[in-house]
């Protein structure tokens, strides 16, 4: 089945370009409220589920042991700029546990942001593993290690007790078996599941519902979603998508983008998760995908807020003179 064209590109009044994917919008008992396409075919969410992932930190008492406030788990469930204060926050975050950058291995990359980049070269600097968009994940990883009394070196590894701890949560958020035929690597280096996004959806749906989980895992994966929306920059970076969606609507909206197209989230006023993926990976068709999902979900509730996220579910195209010249918008309708 090919999933329908849900993000159109323009020039001039023609459609110049398309990309087609799917969505799901789910209740917390797992009722679709809201869907396109195939979303029962396994996906990888890639960096959408941090907040997943990062629960174990809030479960086994090394957030709480190491001080850990809401901007230090808004870190922990980023995917950062690698503007400087996010990796000096990294840095900050593996001291308390007594370690240094020495130990991420999540690998290096210039930060994302071309200006960024471009401030860390003229200070004649290159960039470390702290500048690595997962290094606030990664720095969760090591502290909940580090308070376990387990091994740091390989935590990156399937059998690593930092990974099999993430693995079980999201087999409970997801309630699908992640089996051998549906894990890969991802870019910073630590398993990611495929699962289908319906599942995904539903997982976020639990955490801000409290509906089918542990009330303890709910109350983890609420406090650090609370965080994110808190502080969508330590989430995200300046200009970011995540930022700008969060702040449309300040603790009523999470949203947290992954690679490869997919954006997963939640409405913790309504108890509603969403989670979606965009077939050909275009990061510019996911975000603004994921302003129409979030418009759909709060349309009958508060047609106000729908209105604004509409207006970021359609950004401008200007060419190099700055001359608007089309549009990127869904087209859920």
Not at 63 to 76: C, H, P
Not at 118 to 138: F, V, Y
Not at 240 to 246: G, S
């Amino acid at each position: 089945m090919a999933n329908p064209v849900l993000v159109e590109v323009t020039r001039g009044g023609i459609v110049e370009s398309f990309h087609r994917g799917g969505f799901a919008l789910v209740d917390g008992s797992g009722e679709m409220i809201d869907h396109r396409g195939d979303i029962l075919r396994p996906v990888f969410p890639r960096s959408a589920i941090k907040v997943f992932q990062g629960i174990p930190l809030i479960e086994t008492g090394a957030a709480d042991a190491y001080g850990f406030g809401d901007r230090e788990l808004a870190l922990a469930c980023a995917s950062h700029s690698g503007e400087d204060g996010h990796a000096r926050l990294a840095a900050e975050m593996l001291a308390k546990a007594g370690l240094d950058s020495t130990v991420l291995e999540c690998g290096c990359h210039w930060p994302f942001d071309a200006s960024v980049s471009r401030d860390l070269a003229r200070r004649g600097e290159t960039p470390t593993a702290l500048h690595n968009n997962c290094s606030g994940k990664h720095a969760g990883f090591l502290c909940t290690a580090v308070h376990q009394d387990e091994e740091t070196r390989g935590y990156v590894g399937l059998g690593h007790p930092v990974q099999q701890r993430a693995k079980a949560v999201i087999e409970d958020l997801t309630g699908f078996d992640l089996n051998s035929d549906v894990c890969g690597t991802d870019g910073c280096s630590i398993p990611t599941f495929a699962a289908p996004l319906k599942s995904f959806a539903h997982g976020f749906a639990k955490l801000v519902s409290g509906h089918g989980i542990a009330p303890e895992r709910a109350a983890a994966g609420r406090r650090l979603i609370d965080a994110c929306m808190a502080h969508p920059w330590e989430m995200s970076g300046t200009g970011r998508a995540c930022e700008a969606l969060m702040q449309v609507a300040p603790g009523k909206v999470f949203a947290k983008t992954g690679a490869e197209g997919v954006f997963c989230g939640a409405l913790p006023e309504l108890g509603l998760g969403f989670a979606l993926k965009i077939d050909d990976g275009a990061t510019r068709a996911s975000e603004v995908l994921a302003a129409a999902v979030i418009a759909a979900a709060l349309r009958s509730h508060d047609a106000d807020l729908a209105a604004r996220f509409d207006a970021l579910s359609e950004t401008t195209l200007r060419n190099w003179e700055k001359t608007e010249v089309g549009a990127v918008r869904a087209t859920l309708d």
